[in-house]
Each structure stands twice: as structure tokens, then as C-alpha cells.
């Protein structure tokens, strides 16, 4: 961390901000300039906040250097994390592919689809039995019975199933019955979520949030592991800008980035990145070829009639034929799919 | 609602997917030009999904004519609604001044600033028990402890106090001792919370979310007043932009725009919208000049040793200042604060 | 500017580095930390180019500690800069009121607008004779005649005229006979021309591009200032956002930031930030309790009939009203308009 | 188009803004819904400006249906433009490979990078002669000596060069002598600077604004097309957003979509994008994965040295061996480099 004071602070000013600083544990180099002081921090500056000293009046500005999240952090974990979800790992070279509908909708249509995704090549089924829908008068998901038909599909396909936690209030049931618990983008700040997933074990799927920054998305990550449960999956699933044509803009950037700040896996979801249907073939292609470690699609057997989502779902035959396409391209990448 | 189809859809398609609508209850009106057909949906529209008409393959896209909020929307009640904390009313040319520091610290702390600020000429009072901090290892706030401090604050002062509550598990306690119940940003679109704040009749402070659209923040209160529940107060605290300069960048035309679309009073956080303490003042004299029903502003009287936040608090004799301007500001715009 | 170096980086590439950076005329202060190393400059750092530090392996991050400006910049001149057009004083306390359509159409109507401007008080004359227009279709103003009828107006009731320059071309012909040249939002970046500006004298509008930061705002201005036009007037119109209900969202803390940033004046265009007559009224109040140096508010007489833009001009009657409530926040405020 | 009415709009009114719209040879088919009135216009809609209707007393809001673009519309041509550079083609299939260095520096500097990236596989040659800088005292690039540079490179390799125009001053020169004229990100809607290019045939390659819509990507297309130069050229090179991390965020479903729109080509400048050099090989690869027409890459000897972005630019070997890669990918998606 580094802090700028002001052009004229004193010398006494500048001894009591220092002194308060080595309070904390922290030894101070200072640098004065022409017009600037720069004050140098050396030490663990993670548990200092950098608001606090913005508030003294002889600060112009704190520039952090290092990166506010340790466990989440690759210069403190060089290696990938691999996540194991039942056998299926993800990460450090392991490609995780889920598809399902964005909601379950009923027996029939979960077990069919969850058949024809894995027969394609998916690893896990996703399926959303509680919506965050933004209308209230939208349908709101199956709830339990949801889940309950998760692990119908669960049972005749053998796929791991991910589905989203709205609230800690369904916890024990998500503990016990879903095998990665996914957090949606407009929870990823949902702190006193993060801190409950943080105390279990299961593997956490975690949404960056529609204008969260990778700090920020990692920070998160950090409440869960701060709690004891390394387990976290990162997703870009797009973020919000000034553009409008598309639901959200996919930063693709974002998976070489994590991969270099983290050691957390990072997938991709191309079907709300994008919001239509015909982008989900292209972008997932991009994401595998700029080294994803997984994705994650929405596939419905009849989109017209889906209850949520259907705009950018894709059909069983066209996710069929991507997953080839996307074999090829993470062959060419030194990957396999 | 109005519906685009693609070039070239055939008069079947035309006929199956009017029909598909009219069984919704709604009528279709069919306009056909020379590159592209229209389908006008006339009736409420607001329970159709307009994603499952865009998964149908002849449909280029879905245009909404009318806004999806009934309840929030100034359209079905012209008059401005006005909310009653305990006989302090906001709204409806009720001017609401909320002070008070970030967090709240000690019992001296939080009843010096309460004292303090009441003397200004505030209406409610402010402060923070349960804090969303972007780093699990910053300081999460007093918690219960500092809901008994603001209780002892309010009966020392008789100001009505707003908090921020983060999570369905406290719920109980809010509803009893919390004058008003604030939602936080990053907590906007957290549904369950909305959901579970749509049963009690306490008003609710609902803050914008960073990259909220004015129509999705209205949706948010829209899930609170579903349940029944009237009582809310809308506050714009800043939006994120590409400008990192100040901390989010204050949105002051969503308080003219608000009051067009919605009847329930808007307030404004001049403090988190910039992020430095000498911004405050002009943003909130800005406010007012643009016809706020009400600021929130954080008053703090230590900033330098505040537990969080300090660099945008401002002192309290710096507080009673700005409230003498912005009271000549009020009554050059036809208020009184 | 203060230079991150990458954990481990050898003692021979720190000496290396450093006497690179000796060699630009600049002194080095080394501060070695657990984790990081960290080179502070101490000097003239406005003319070393941050991207070439950054190419250097050994680099993880350059930070900037000063502005890069330096003629713009308040810390070199702290006194405000007052712009003088014609003897209309604009800055230091001056308010600067330029009203006028969108684009000139007319004799008849940019004279009849010009005088009932005049009559309500606005000091300057606004008028389009050359258009940026988004469309090559759309109306491209009346060019050459248009500049005539403008000093018709002129003429006619002895507003300087302030309009918008496109290319260099024209350049000779507004620096005769315009008062204030405008630069548009689209060109605040079309460095050949802001260079040719600074070779003239005549007071320059800048103003800020939909995504420019502060700080590019006043490197444009510091591209004209470099080649000895100090006269440069400052404008925010609006930044591009995720929110699109309003044609730009208007940055009203741009006032307050420039203002301690530069000493150059700085005024608001409430007409193009939001995109809506009916906001710029509010806008505008806004505006003036912040602190602006001036406003530039579209004004028409037959808005349903403008050859552009009517949909955010207002009428004289509705600016006449207009002008008599700012002038009141003015005094609240502590000014004069 | 379709113009929405407020509720409670008389029948005269309706008359007489559909007799408004007649007059510009629309036909109008209007639709009267519960709470709104729907004016469909029939017909040619691209001349027509929707700000003019919205400044109507009686709009509530105009929708667009159709695209204003018309030459760069796919619709009016569906077939994929293929753009000649002396025989070397871009689009349809083709597939363009355009390296170089940020800026030219020297004789040995552009001849030796032109050598080795046309040994890679570069089918062009880049190099900037006149630089658009945020700094005025930053290196502005060699001028007229960088193009005669250039054209030696060109002969010593047979490459065509691409090289950016920042003034109409230089159009004579650059018609002559260069292969394809670069309009920067900077200049993307300096319109009289387009409209000059409309009058050359010379291929354009039209780098999309920093926060530019893809409409209005297409519409500056557009304005060089309506003079009648179809030879545009379109690239993506990162969009400014929230995340400042990288120096901008590639939005690669800019590729499909603009696919979708237009049958213009459309390249990726994965070196601006991100603005950090070990970025430029995985957007390198996702762009080629998702189906674009091109790269433009900046390739330099010694970026630790360069004059410019040597913090983005890739080394001559780094760069070999991702080609190599790239044709991997390009045959995985059934295309050729």
C-alpha cells in the first residue's frame, strides 16, 4: 500500500500519520518529493483499510499495490485448484461441462433433457429449481419439488446436479442434496450467504456479479474460503455496458486474468452472457480457446414453451454438435474436452 | 407490448403465434409493412414473459411499451405517496434528513452524533450495525450489540433509526426495533430479502444497485409492495461508470425521472455516491435542487478513527452548515426542509 | 509515479531499471517489502510515458501519483482562470447563461430565439450551423449560411455566438467571426484539431466525451493550453452509462472534482445529458447548487418542428420561468447569475 | 417505427401526427390498446428523425424496428463483402493478418518487424506514422518520414500497409500511398473526416469508439459508404467499461453479431483490447474461435524500448509461434489462415 499526501503536510503531520500506521503492525518508508510525500507501507497491509486513512486530512490519495485476497491468491498458491465434485473434477486441466435447462420444469422434461446432455458429453446437469426472477409476476421455479426432480435426473443419468441458493433459509437441503451450490450474479455480494456456504464443504459455484470487478468477484471467493471451504468455482457469465443488443457483454478477458491472479478454476456461461440464442455456439468456442476450464449451457428440448429463459436456450442437436466443434478447439489448445 | 417478427414469416406462423398470445387473454393487432410485421398486444401485458416469445424462431425481438411495474408506477396512483415513520413524514413535499455515522461504535459515539445531528435539524438517524464490506477481514460492524446502541441513541434523541439489515435471519428483530429497515445495494435484486420485507408493514429504505436501470429498481420495490407492504422509500446512492475518480458516480436525473414513473419518494446518499467528504456538500445541495424528497448523509464526528467509511464522512459542525444552505436551496425551489 | 516491481525481481534488474529511469532526468527512492518492491520518482514525471515502464518484464504495475497535466492543473495555477468573451465574463464567479437551438434554421427563427433569449437573460447565443449527426441521412445544418445568420443575430441583439467547429477546414472562418468555438463531445479527441485551436486565441468550449475520463477531458484541454490558448471553457453533457431511459447520464460531480482538479471554468449542458425536455429544468437547478461555472440549454420556439433535437429543447416562455428560479438557487448558493 | 402515444392523447391529436407522419410518404396503422395508442409507420423509416417525433407534446416514446443503416445492412445484402488490398482479400472466408509495431521508429526498426511477421504468416503490415496520443507531450509519431518508412518496408517485403489518418489535411498523401487507411477508435465519428473517405475507394479500416453501440459502429459505416466507398473494413478493439484492470474489455460477441447485421468484415485488435502483452494471445485465440475475418496485432523487436505501447506489443518469436496456434483453431471452426 501506498499513500500520497498532500503537497505542505508537515513534519509533524507526517510523524503522527507514520506513527499511526506502525500502530498497526506495519513498517513505513517515506519518499519525499518535489510536490509529492509518498508514504511506503511494508508488511500484511490486507487488514488495513485504506478508508480509514483517506480520512486524515493530509491524505491525497492510497494506491494499493498488492491484492486485498490471500486465499484466493496464486502468489500464495502457485498451483491450479481442482475441484472435485463427486469424481468429476474441474480445473488444472480438467474441463467441466454442464448443461441443462434454466428451469426444471417437470419428471419428463429434466430426466430427457439430462439424458440427451450427457449422452452429448456433459459432466454435470444444471437446472434451476429457485429463479431470481426481476418481475415478481414472473415464475419463480419449482422450489423443493425442483429439487426433488434434480435428483430424480440425478438418479437416471449418474450427472452431478448444480442449482442456485437464494437464501440461507434453504441451506440444509442444498447441504445435503445438490452437488455444486451455485451463487447467482446478484447474490455474489450477498455476504452473509457467502459466509454460511463458507462453512460447509460442498463446491460453490460463484456468478461475478453484473458490474463486479475480478477484485471484487475474488473477494467474494475469499469470504467462502475464509470460512474453510477452498471449493470455489468462479463464472463470467457477462457484465453489464453501455451496450444493449446483447443481455450482457461476455469479458473474455476475464479467464486468462483470474488464471493469472488466482488458482481458482474459471468457467464460462455463454447463454446469459449473450441473451440469444444464436451466440451461445460462438462464444462458448471463444471461451474454450481462451482456455476456459469449463462452461456452462442452458439446453431445452422445446425453448418456445420454457418457462424462463427460452431466448437463449439451444436445442439438444445444436448442443450436441457444439460439444464436437468445442473438442476440436481445445484440442488445438493443447485442452481436452 | 409490442412484437417484431422476422422477414419472410409465413401467414401460419403469423396465425399460430397470435393465437398462442390470445390465449394469455390479450388481444393482437397485426400491422404488416413492407420489411417486417408487428404484432401490438393490447391488455396487460405486465404477467407476459417476454423471453418466451423471443425463443420463438419467427421473432426478431419483443418491445416493451409499457412499463412492468403496476404498483410502484405513477400511472395507476397519480399521487405521491408519502410514508410515516413514526410521525416523521417523507415524501410528498415531506423532506426526510438522515444522519448519522457509517457504523456505529461505541454508545458515546453514536449518542454524541445523535445529539448532534437532531440539532442540525435531522429527522431520523443513521448508522450501521450489520456492514457489507467487500473483504471478510474488514470490520463486519457490532451487530446486535449495535442495534441496543441505536435504541439507546433513539430514546436519548427520539429520532427514528435506519439500519441496513443483510440477511432473513434477523428479520424478527428489525421488524420490532427498526424504524426503518434499509436495503443495501448489493442486496437490491436479493429477492428472498424482498420478499420477506413485503410481509411486515415497516417502511423500507431500498437502494439502488450499482448497475441498476430505474426500471429494475422499481421492480425491486415492486416485490416488496407485491406483499402488501406500501412503505417505501427509494434512495440513488450512485451508479458505477467508467469513471473510477469518485467512488460511484451520483445519478441526480434519476430524481426527476423516479418521481415521472413512480409515486414513492426518492432520497439521495450523497456520501457513498462520491466517496470523499468534500463532495458531499455540493451533491447534496445538488439534490435538493432537483427535487429530492430526502438525503442520507454520513456524519461522523472522528472521521480519521471512524471504523469505516471516514473518507467520505463529514463533521458535524460541517453538517450543520450544509443543512442552513440547503434549507435557502429548498425555498428556491418552492420546499421546505 | 510510482513503480511496482514483480516479486523477485533480481538486484541487477532493479540497478538497471532505476538507472533508466535516472536517465530521463528523474531521481529513484527504493522501498523493498516482504512481497513487493517498489520504485518511487521523484521529479518532472509529466513527460515519462508510464506504457514503456510498464514493457519491462520486471514490471507488475506503474501508478500514477501526480496528474499528468500541467497547464490545466490548479496546483501550478490556483487562481481561477476567468474566460473573457467580448467583455461576457465566464469562471471566477462569472455565470456563464449561452442559450439558442439546437441548430440554426432560419433567419426569422434564430433571430426571434436569439432576442427573447437575450430578453430572459442568457449572456451568449447557442446555434448549429455544422451538425454531427449519427446518420449520414439526417439534416447536416445549414454550414456557411448558417454561420451568417448567426451574426445576423449577433447583429441583431449583441450575443456573441458560441457554435461547433468539425473540421479544420472551417478554421479560418470561425476564428474571424465566432466568439466561442465548440468542440463536440465526438471530437474531444481529434488531436489534430484541438493542436490547430491552440494556435488561435478565440476561447475554446471543450466538451467531455461520452466515456472520457476527468483526466482526459483535461489533457484535451491541455493539448490546446500546450500550443498558448488558456482560454478554454469546460462542458459536461452527459456520460454513456448502462442506463439508456435518459440519452447520457449527466455527471454532476464532474463540477466539483474539475473545479479542484483545474482552475478552468467548467459549465453544464443539461439539454444533451439527459435527452428529455422535461429534465432539463431540473438539471439545470441541480447544476447551478453544484457550483457550475455557466449552462448551455437548448431553446426553441416550435420544438415539434425542429430540424433537430427537438425533443430536448424547451420553450423561451419555459426558459424565462427557468432562468428566474436558478437565479435564486444562485443566491442560496452564494452567486450571481 | 413504432411511436408510442400517452394515454389520453385526443383523436385531433392523433389525426394530426398521423397526417405528419403521411407527409413524409409513410403510411400509418395505428393500434388502441386499454392504456396506450401504437402508430406503426409502413415504409421507408430510415430517413425519418425520431427525435423530431418525440418532441411531440403527445409521444410518450419511438421504438425502432428496423436498422437506420442501409448500405452496411445485410439485409439489403446478404452475401459477405470481400474487401481487396492489392490482391491480398479480407472477408468472405478470407482471412487477414495484419502485425507491425505500435509506431514507426526507424528504417531498420519497420523492415526488420515487416520481415519476420511475413515469415509468421502476416498478410499486412501495420505501423503507426501519426499517433493519437492523450498526452500532448508524448511522442506524436514520425509523420510523413513514418509513411515514407513505411512504403519502404512495403517494397522490401511486398506487405500491404494499413496506418492510421488523423486529419483530412493528409488524405491527398495517404489516397497515394497507403494500402488501408485506419480510422482510430478516437476519430470514429469525426463524420466530415468519413464523409472525405466515402469519396476515395481506398479500403477503410474503422476501428469501433471506445463506447460506441454497434449501431453506431454501422452508421459511421454508413457515412463512408453513402459517398460510395464500400471497401469498409470494421474492427473491435475493446470497449471501455467498469473493470480498469485492462485497458479496455474486448467484446467479442461483437463478432456474430456484426456478422449478423452486416456483411462487412469484421478483425480483432487484441492488443488494445486488454493493453497488457501476455493478454494478446488468448483474445488472439478466442477471436479465431468465434469467427472473425482478421487480427491486427502489434508486434515489436524490443517493446521494453518502443516509443509506444510496448506494454501490449508481442515479440517477433511470440508472435511466430501464435500463428502457429491460430491455424490450429481456424481449422477446428472449418476455416483457413
Redesign the interface.
Known amino acids: 500500500m ?1 499513500v ?1 499526501l498532500k ?1 505542505g503536510t508537515s513534519k509533524d503531520e507526517i510523524v503522527k500519520i507514520t506513527k499511526n500506521i506502525e500502530k498497526r503492525g506495519l513498517k513505513v ?1 517515506t ?6 510525500i ?1 508514504l ?5 497491509t ?2 488495513v ?1 485504506s ?2 486513512l ?4 493530509c491524505v491525497e ?1 492510497v ?1 494499493h ?2 491484492e ?1 485476497f490471500k486465499r484466493a491468491n496464486r ?1 500464495f498458491k502457485p498451483e491450479d485448484t481442482i475441484v472435485d465434485v463427486n469424481g468429476v473434477k474441474i480445473g488444472g486441466g480438467h474441463f467441466g461441462l454442464i448443461a441443462g435447462p434454466c428451469s426444471v420444469e417437470s419428471e419428463e422434461q429434466i430426466i430427457e433433457i439430462a439424458k440427451s446432455v450427457k449422452k452429448s458429453g456433459a459432466t454435470m446437469l444444471r437446472g434451476g429449481a429457485f429463479k ?8 419463480q421455479g419449482l422450489k423443493d419439488e425442483g429439487l426433488d426432480l434434480l435428483l430424480k435426473a440425478k438418479k437416471a443419468t449418474g450427472l452431478p446436479i448444480v442449482t442456485e441458493i ?4 434453504y441451506l440444509d437441503r442444498f447441504a445435503n442434496d445438490v452437488d455444486v451450490i451455485q451463487v447467482g450474479a ?2 455474489m ?5 457467502l ?1 454460511e456456504l463458507g462453512k460447509i464443504r460442498k463446491p460453490i459455484l460463484l456468478k461475478r456479479g ?2 463486479a ?4 468477484l475474488l ?1 467474494s471467493a ?2 467462502i474460503m ?1 470460512g474453510g471451504n477452498d471449493n470455489v468455482i468462479l463464472c463470467e457469465r457477462g ?8 443481455r450482457n ?5 476475464a ?3 483470474i488464471k ?1 491472479l488466482s488458482h481458482l478454476p474459471i468457467i464460462i456461461d455463454p447463454s446469459h ?2 441473451g440469444k ?3 451461445v455456439e ?2 462458448a ?7 476456459a476450464d469449463g462452461l456452462i449451457i442452458e439446453v431445452h428440448n422445446d ?11 439451444i436445442k439438444p442437436d445444436k448442443f450436441d454438435s457444439l460439444v464436437q ?1 468445442l473438442k ?2 481445445a ?3 493443447g485442452k481436452e474436452i
Chains 1, 2, 3, 4 share one sequence.
Not at 40 to 44: A, C, V, Y
Not at 54 to 57: L, R, Y
Not at 213 to 216: D, L, Q, R, S, V
Open positions: 501506498v500520497i503537497q518508508s519518499v519525499v518529493g518535489d510536490k509529492l509518498v511506503g507501507l511494508i508488511g500484511d490486507s487488514k483499510d478508508t480509514i483517506e480520512a486524515n486530512d490519495r494506491l499495490v498488492q486485498p502468489m431470481p426472477r426481476t418481475s415478481p409476476y414472473s415464475f437464494m437464501s440461507t433459509d446478484r447474490n455480494q450477498n455476504f452473509e450467504l459466509k453484473l458490474s470487478t475480478y477484485e471484487e473477494m475469499e469470504y475464509a457484465i453489464r455496458t453501455f451496450e444493449t443488443y446483447t457483454t461476455l469479458d473474455v478477458a479467464i486468462p486474468v493469472r452472457s449473450a440464442w444464436w451466440l460462438p462464444l468456442k471463444a471461451a474454450v480457446a481462451a482456455g425453448p418456445a414453451n420454457a418457462l424462463c429463459d427460452g431466448q437463449q436456450s466443434e476440436m478447439i484440442k488445438a489448445v
